[in-house]
């Protein structure tokens, strides 16, 4: 690059000097449990000797700090941050200005090829070899202090958050090897920029080119799923995006089928956490579009956690289960399962309760489209069930939208 382009090294003397005085009157004090200084490692990455990959490393690790609640990155202030990132959008526009041409590259793209194969050795180093059975974190770290995988992951999630559609396709086979090496971490920290990153990924690159890595990787989400509740969501989020991605036009995958499975026995172990639940809650939904009527291999296993959380302390919960119950009535009409009856039971005593609730005309204008669906789609067995219950006179608006649904339903017959 350098022998290339001969005025990008002066021009990245200017932008990198005020970022190095800027940083050496930030305060700094190293956490007991750090083995590493994080503010060191700045400096040499901004020394006057380095070279522009070096100064790329830095604005990243600076730039991430922040999204970072993280120990190693939190001293450093939101000024210095958006300083690397005006510097390195600076140098990005002195690079492109230096081709000839009128072609517009990426720089941050440029350098993955050089940056990332490091980064990937640096996340490495204080990975777990499983093929010593001996080998634990505490020995891991021993090699190398997991610290410097930390700053690496963070760093590789920064450079693939610049690259978006369609160039991120073309780096695939720099990308996900190195995505894949923080995902075996064991520190949730670098797991989590892995998760992000491969978020960033499906969102970002056309199905096809995952294809060659489609079975890997989607292991490693399975494989990724018990994870820590710091990192729950991005798990999920980035199981639901691939797997979605990449089996797109096969809903009887075995890796949906497992997916599945590894989520709700993972749920089932901790139905009452509501950070893990909401978040499912949220983003399970295109796993469901996608496999549709199939969903009813689950429903013994999906229906009993939908029925506890309907009564939970929480209304987002609440009106999240109502809104994926709908989705599954919706793709499944409930065909032959054991639930209907129990459904329609558990919608009433909620009807009843959200009188209590903050959320009470949205709760109840859900249960309404609910049973309203239910009637529709299963008939004579919707209208035995709600029998006992049509006389109630704490559902009389019930069984008025109900009543004029059905009226509707004959008119339009």
């Known amino acids: ?135 634990e ?26 690259i978006e559609y369609p160039d991120l396709g073309k780096m695939i086979i720099l990308v996900v090897p190195c995505a894949l090496t923080c995902l075996d971490h064991w520190s949730p920290e670098v797991k989590g920029q892995g998760m992000i990153s491969f978020i960033h990924v499906a969102k970002n690159v056309k199905a096809v080119e995952l294809d060659s890595y489609g079975d890997v990787i989607l292991d490693a989400c399975c494989q990724n799923i018990a994870s820590d509740d710091e990192i729950w969501q991005y798990v999920v989020e980035m199981s639901v995006l691939l797997v979605t991605c990449i089996q797109r036009d096969n809903p009887r995958s075995l890796w949906f089928e497992k997916m599945l499975n590894e989520m709700l026995s993972h749920l089932e172990r901790q139905p009452r956490n509501k950070e893990r639940r909401i978040a499912w809650l949220k983003l399970i939904e295109p796993i469901f579009n996608s496999i549709g009527l199939l969903i009813l291999a689950h429903i013994r296993r999906i229906f009993p956690l939908f029925f506890q959380w309907m009564h939970v302390d929480d209304d987002e919960t609440i009106l999240l289960v109502l809104k994926r119950v709908q989705t599954v009535v919706r793709l499944t009409w409930l065909r032959h399962t054991p639930y209907v009856e129990r459904l329609l039971d558990e919608l009433v005593v909620l009807f009843k309760e959200a009188a209590l609730r903050k959320a009470r005309e949205e709760i109840r204008t859900d249960i309404r489209n609910l049973l309203i669906m239910l009637q529709q789609c299963k008939g004579l067995q919707f209208e035995r069930a709600w029998n006992k219950h049509q006389d109630d006179p704490n559902l009389t608006s019930l069984a008025c939208n109900l009543s004029a649904s059905r009226e509707y339903t004959r008119c339009q017959a």
């Not at 990198?16 to 083995?35: A, N």
């Not at 400096?43 to 120990?71: G, M, Q, Y």
């Not at 974190?137 to 610049?162: C, E, H, K, N, T």
């Open 1 to 135: 690059m350098s022998n290339s382009l001969p005025d990008l090294h002066s021009h990245l003397s200017q932008l990198r000097k005020p970022i190095l005085d800027s940083l050496s009157k930030t305060p700094y004090t190293p956490q007991e449990t750090s083995t590493i200084s994080v503010k060191s490692t700045l400096e040499s990455l901004l020394s006057i000797e380095s070279p522009v990959k070096d100064f790329a490393l830095a604005c990243a690790l600076l730039s991430s700090s922040r999204c970072s609640t993280h120990e190693l990155l939190t001293w450093i202030p939101s000024q210095l941050s958006t300083a690397a990132e005006t510097a390195f959008s600076d140098l990005s526009q002195a690079y492109n200005d230096a081709l000839p041409g009128r072609e517009k590259r990426n720089l941050a793209g440029d350098l993955m090829p050089e940056i990332l194969p490091v980064l990937k050795d640096k996340i490495k180093e204080s990975s777990i070899d499983k093929s010593d059975e001996t080998d």
């Open 137 to 162: 974190f505490s020995a891991a770290s021993a090699r190398a202090p997991v610290g410097f995988a930390i700053l690496a992951a963070y760093q590789f999630r920064w450079f693939v958050s610049q």
